[in-house]
């Protein structure tokens, strides 16, 4: 049995939680290691269980609490080389048991765990794929501003896919940000659209997914209303009915409870 659970989501902070065997890892640490023990215990995730954590890229919303994190559990941390360096060279890996990823999967025991490139403004970003003991797949992609062929050649035949659905594009143009801060949102090194993300679900339903996560949602340029709404309209315009052939839930601030696959 797996289980998927986002602890937080959005410019905020970012943590999910993933399942299998007993066992857990973290994606991301970006809130601090109380706030996230807190979500673990509301989630009845026992800290103990934890066995490693995986960082998307350097950004302070996926990271804040990695280092408190990482050496209060004495687990290891995985990241790509740019990603590593990153944390290495501005303190948030002292103490910490900081490992690179490799080409294949990383063996968690129960969970095998492998990345894929992103498209954004960092170091060296990534997705992650996990095979769960099961053989149940769950992928995670966020802070992308394009779907590569990469990404989708990584995440098609997952069972839940976790995929951003940042902004809405009038929102975000009509909103307070600053010129540059919107063009850089909107650009291929920024962030998903909800139509952009909305656009990538049919094809991954025919593939078989069948629980989508829309994630990452800027609090000032969208609502999950219309993320939800924007994704529902799209693959019920390919004849999919919600609850029949999918299943689609919206991470908020404070995450969103456990589901089980």
């Known amino acids: ?35 996230i ?39 290891p941390v995985y990241a790509t080389e740019g990603t590593a360096e990153f944390l290495q060279d501005n303190g948030h890996a002292k103490n910490v048991d900081l490992r690179l990823m490799p080409d294949g999967e990383v063996d968690m025991g129960s969970m095998g765990v492998s990345c894929f490139g992103t498209s954004h403004d960092a170091a060296e970003s990534c997705g992650f794929r996990i095979r769960c003991g099961d053989g149940r797949r769950i992928s995670l992609a966020t802070d992308t501003g394009v779907i590569t062929d990469g990404i989708r050649s990584a995440i098609e035949g997952s069972d839940l896919v976790y995929l951003e659905s940042n902004h809405d594009l009038s929102m975000l143009y009509a909103g307070g940000y600053p010129y540059p801060l919107k063009k850089r949102i909107a650009s ?23 629980r989508f996560v829309l994630g990452h949602l800027s609090a000032e340029n969208n609502i999950p209303v219309l993320a939800r709404q924007t994704a529902l309209q799209e693959l019920s315009r390919f004849g999919m009915r919600e609850g029949t052939d999918f299943l689609i839930a919206v991470a908020g601030i404070n995450g969103l409870r456990s589901m089980v696959l």
């Open 1 to 35: 049995m797996a289980r998927f659970c986002s602890l937080y989501s959005g410019s905020g902070g970012n943590c999910i939680a993933v399942g299998s065997g007993g066992k857990y890892i973290l994606i991301d640490a970006g809130r601090s290691a109380k706030k």
């Open 37 to 75: 023990r807190e979500r673990l215990s509301e989630e009845s995730i026992d800290p103990q269980d934890i066995a490693g954590i995986f960082i998307t890229h350097e950004h302070i919303d996926h990271i804040a609490g990695v280092r408190v994190l990482a050496s209060s559990l004495k687990v």
């Open 188 to 210: 291929d090194k920024g962030h998903l659209s909800n139509e952009a993300c909305s656009a990538e679900l049919p094809a991954l339903a025919r593939a078989g997914t069948t």
